[in-house]
T-cell receptor, first 109, second 115 residues
Framework: GQNIDQPTEMTATEGAIVQINCTYQ??????LFWYQQHAGEAPTFLSY??LDGLEEKGRFSSFLSRSKGYSYLLLKELQMKDSASYLC??????????WGAGTKLIIKP | GAGVSQSPRYKVAKRGQDVALRCDPI?????LFWYQQALGQGPEFLTY????????KSGLPSDRFFAERPEGSVSTLKIQRTQQEDSAVYLC?????????????FGPGTRLTVL
């Protein structure tokens, strides 16, 4: 079956680093997305990984291991505005994304 | 430029009523997706349009759900005879290229509450 697992909630301190993990088991795989969703708002794109390895984009980096069915999102120099849910999504076919339930990240001062 | 817009933002319906939810994608975007998102969950795929063609509707939960995009721009999601389990946020997203291998731009969603 199709399954994407993420921790439900994480807490971190302003200025610190946090790693949000995502594991997936899907019938097909073409790539993995990370989106950020603030409460009551629409998801916004963070990253897209197709090949194994780490992609860095400012304070955010995303890693993919296709052989392990594993990805993580790394957030550095955390700011209060980073408090949001982080959604992992896998491209299972040409038209569908399979989404995880999201990880709610709480930033404390 | 304008992003994806959806209307209404909030809709309250009595059980059994029909509702229509509208999505205005970013101009020129080829792909349009509809999702259903329950509280505390990730979006669930409903249907996909490439221009005016509905290429995947496998996520529509029942035959009470119907979507169209007749001119390849604006799309409408219609739910007939609404049930309480239809209560959710309905998200629309568009993308500049065909398929799912590109960033999707989401609208603010329509929060549907069925009483």
């Amino acid at each position: 079956g199709q399954n994407i697992d993420q921790p439900t909630e994480m807490t971190a301190t302003e200025g610190a680093i946090v790693q949000i993990n995502c594991t997936y088991q899907t019938s097909g795989f073409n790539g993995l997305f990370w989106y950020q969703q603030h409460a009551g708002e629409a998801p916004t794109f963070l990253s897209y990984n197709v090949l194994d390895g780490l992609e860095e984009k400012g304070r955010f980096s995303s890693f993919l291991s296709r052989s392990k069915g594993y990805s993580y999102l790394l957030l550095k120099e955390l700011q209060m505005k980073d408090s949001a849910s982080y959604l992992c999504a896998v491209t299972d076919s040409n038209y569908q994304l399979i989404w995880g339930a999201g990880t709610k990240l709480i930033i404390k001062p | 430029g304008a992003g994806v817009s959806q209307s209404p933002r909030y809709k309250v319906a009595k059980r059994g009523q029909d509702v229509a939810l509208r999505c205005d994608p970013i101009s020129g975007h080829v792909s349009l997706f509809w999702y259903q998102q329950a509280l505390g969950q990730g979006p669930e795929f409903l249907t996909y349009f490439q221009n005016e063609a509905q290429l995947d509707k496998s996520g529509l939960p029942s035959d009470r759900f119907f979507a169209e995009r007749p001119e390849g721009s604006v799309s409408t999601l219609k739910i007939q005879r609404t049930q309480q389990e239809d209560s959710a946020v309905y998200l629309c997203a568009s993308s500049p290229t065909a398929g799912v291998h590109n960033e999707q731009f989401f609208g603010p969603g329509t929060r549907l509450t069925v009483l």
